[in-house]
């Protein structure tokens, strides 16, 4: 496929860019609740662009959801935006003039240092920030109280020198996501957002897409488990994972674990080897998993975007999502010291959950 299949021709009313699954299939929830009426086509002049990865897993999700999005009517533009040292020059020089015509431009990731500089380049007059996952959360606290964007478990550590460098980018970037006479900003979620900016169009998304597109699924009477990058991200302790991952699979009888498509495959080995759990490798975002099936009557999950996400897709089953809290014992001393509030509030914010006590690590 041509990297830059679907381009789009003089006008682009509406431009996204992506880098993960989770963010494509958002900003397909969003362009589905925004799209004329009856006789026009779906996504009115979107076009997607994907600002691909190098991990295999994410790609392969992303090729995935890109098919999907051209199943909609959408146009796709395939960036190899970090294919080698010359790659975000050509990437960012073949965008300017896209950037530059779209009166729309739907984000999936504002804290994502490649957004951010098409954000300076952009004249767009309505933005769009889309859910990516509880980062979302994160990033309206920041913007509602003028404070730097940065990633939540990074929060409280001291900036290193790439960051002072991008510094200026990054504070243009939360200037422009600012509402203003010559610019609206939305953000379409389904996390809880209690403060919005004041300016700010804050719209629901309750997954109608997906539902209408997949299920309702086959439901199985057994239990799965989603498993989490904690450690990958250095919040949690390894050993401490491992041990809760096979606590709660023998306490709820979970036999399939359903990997994130960040954990490393050392760890995903060991869960198999120690654990005895079936060892899952989604090919798409777990909310089409989940809605198209067959998928266990309870869901086992640690603080993460699916606590949100999955009574949403799933409303109208009768799955049971179960959520158990993260013991701050199982923290690493590299956690930010806002890890334990962060990920507490995702779990006490989450909706038609049940809530369980944090297993008990030996």
């Not at 739907?106 to 240092?113: A, C, E, L, N, Q």
């Not at 080995?269 to 090919?283: G, K, N, S, W, Y």
């Not at 869901?299 to 009574?311: D, E, G, Q, R």
């Amino acid at each position: 496929m041509s990297p830059h299949a679907g381009t789009p021709g003089p006008t682009s009313p509406a431009l996204a860019f992506v880098e993960s699954p989770v963010q494509l299939l958002n900003v397909l929830e969003w362009a589905h609740a925004h799209a004329p009426r009856a006789q026009e086509a779906p996504g009115g002049g979107l076009t997607l662009v994907v600002l691909s990865p190098t991990d295999p897993m994410t790609r392969g999700q992303l090729r995935r959801m890109a098919d999907l999005a051209r199943d909609e009517g959408h146009q796709v533009r395939w960036e190899e935006a970090r294919g080698g040292p010359a790659a975000p020059f050509q990437t960012i020089g073949g965008l300017t003039p896209l950037l530059r015509r779209a009166r729309r431009v739907v984000m999936g990731d504002p804290f994502s240092r490649y957004v951010q500089l098409l954000l300076t380049i952009t004249k767009a007059r309505e933005l769009v920030v889309v859910d990516d996952g509880t980062a979302t959360m994160e990033f309206v606290a920041q913007l509602a109280g003028g404070e730097r964007l940065v990633r939540w478990h990074r929060k409280g550590g001291r900036p290193g020198p790439r960051d002072l460098v991008f510094a200026p980018v990054s504070s243009s970037a939360r200037r422009r996501l600012t509402p203003s006479a010559r610019r609206s900003v939305e953000i379409f979620s389904s996390m809880p957002i209690d403060r919005a900016p004041d300016g700010v169009t804050v719209t629901a998304n309750d997954f109608a897409w997906t539902r209408a597109r997949f299920g309702p699924p086959r439901i199985t009477k057994g239990a799965d488990m989603v498993g989490t990058s904690l450690v990958e991200t250095g919040v949690v302790d390894g050993d401490s994972y491992l041990e809760a991952v096979r606590g709660l699979a023998r306490t709820h009888g979970a036999t399939r674990y359903f990997a994130h498509r960040r954990e490393s495959t050392e760890k995903l080995h060991r869960l198999a080897v120690e654990t005895d759990l079936e060892i899952v490798r989604p090919d798409l975002p777990l909310e089409l998993i989940a809605r198209r099936g067959p998928i266990g009557r309870t869901i086992l999950s640690f603080p993460s975007t699916v606590v949100h996400t999955l009574p949403l897709a799933l409303a109208g089953t009768d799955v049971r999502v179960a959520v158990c809290d993260i013991d701050p014992a199982w923290l690493t001393e590299s956690a930010s010291p806002r890890a334990q509030g962060f990920l507490s509030g995702v779990t006490g914010t989450a909706r038609d959950v049940h809530r369980l006590s944090a297993v008990i690590v030996a």
